[in-house]
T-cell receptor, first 115, second 111 residues
Framework: DAGVTQSPTHLIKTRGQQVTLRCSPK?????VSWYQQALGQGPQFIFQ???????QRGNFPDRFSGHQFPNYSSELNVNALLLGDSALYLC??????????????FGEGSRLTVL | GEDVEQSLFLSVREGDSSVINCTYT??????LYWYKQEPGAGLQLLTY?????DMKQDQRLTVLLNKKDKHLSLRIADTQTGDSAIYFC???????????FGQGTTLQVKP
């Protein structure tokens, strides 16, 4: 049983560019959450998707947007990249209940470097 | 507001017990969690405790919760070199359902 898979694992962009990160949830999970983890910090909640809708959102600007597909996979898009967007982006999947109780399964992340 | 704080670093000898501490602010948190992150990897859920419990034991792991002081601890018995990692304490926001993480405690286990 594949766990949570994310792609790409590493990428480098320049300021002002746009990036799309992808996530496939664990089998049987229908809820996807995205977190940003800056170096030396804990993960910060970006948003959560359930039934193809954004259900919750953290304190991130509109440059951060997402999408969930009918097969429950998800994308995170970041526009107009800033140097401060350099971080490890983690995708976490859960059941709908787990999305409220915090029982999340994390992928290994996509490390984004903005130059 | 919602905030979770942890000490940044802990060093122990192999075979000793490790105790990682955490304080949180949301008194209405229903669940509190410990996650482990190894270098270059995502987060792994280690254990969690429901807010109406004082203690939970799971093999070498013991979680203690003091709701009055909003203090959570993780004790690892017989610490091994493979336990070297960053440990994150987290609470679930009762208002939003989002997970709030501390900044992580780096555990170094010396042979």
């Amino acid at each position: 049983d594949a766990g949570v898979t994310q792609s790409p694992t590493h990428l480098i962009k320049t300021r002002g560019q746009q990036v799309t990160l992808r996530c496939s949830p664990k089998s049987g999970h229908d809820t996807v959450s995205w977190y940003q983890q800056a170096l030396g910090q804990g993960p910060q909640f970006i948003f959560q998707y359930y039934e193809e809708e954004e259900r919750q959102r953290g304190n991130f600007p509109d440059r951060f947007s997402g999408h969930q597909f009918p097969n429950y996979s998800s994308e995170l898009n970041v526009n107009a990249l800033l140097l401060g967007d350099s971080a490890l982006y983690l995708c976490a999947s859960s059941t709908e209940t787990g999305g409220w109780t915090g029982e999340l399964f994390f992928g290994e992340g996509s490390r984004l470097t903005v130059l | 507001g919602e905030d979770v704080e942890q000490s940044l670093f802990l060093s122990v000898r192999e075979g000793d017990s490790s105790v990682i501490n955490c304080t949180y602010t949301d008194s209405s948190s229903t669940y509190l969690y410990w996650y482990k992150q190894e270098p270059g990897a995502g987060l792994q859920l280690l254990t969690y405790i429901f807010s109406n419990m004082d203690m939970k034991q799971d093999q070498r792991l013991t979680v203690l919760l003091n709701k009055k002081d909003k203090h959570l601890s993780l004790r690892i018995a017989d610490t091994q070199t493979g336990d070297s990692a960053i440990y994150f304490c987290a609470e679930i926001s009762s208002n939003t359902g989002k997970l709030i993480f501390g900044q992580g405690t780096t555990l170094q286990v010396k042979p």
